[in-house]
């Protein structure tokens, strides 16, 4: 991993960390696979797997609003494709 795709990486930790405060968080960087990709403007593939108490009770739709409202500035900056994965604790087995 290069360290600007690292970077990238950190700084969508640090806002799910600030804006959810999840159990479980994890981001697999799937840029390489997507290298040279049209219309990817140099920005990278992620998923994310985030499980958090601030998604109890609220429908996958809510989730991935609250997901891409707290990711909005990274969307437009480093993010092109972002598959997400939002479980509440009850949710997991």
Do not use: Y
């Not at 806002?15 to 994890?26: K, N, T, W, Y």
């Not at 996958?60 to 609250?66: D, F, T, V």
């Amino acid at each position: 991993m290069s360290p600007g795709e690292s970077s990238r990486v950190e700084r969508i930790r640090a806002v799910v960390q600030d804006a959810f405060h999840p159990i479980r968080l994890e981001i697999r960087d799937d840029s390489a696979a997507h290298a040279g990709h049209v219309g990817g403007g140099g920005k990278g593939h992620f998923k994310l797997l985030i499980v958090s108490e601030q998604f109890s009770g609220k429908t996958l739709l809510q989730r991935h609003r609250l997901v891409n409202e707290a990711l909005a500035s990274l969307l437009d900056s480093d993010i092109h494709a972002l598959v997400l994965n939002t479980k509440a604790p009850e949710e997991m087995s």
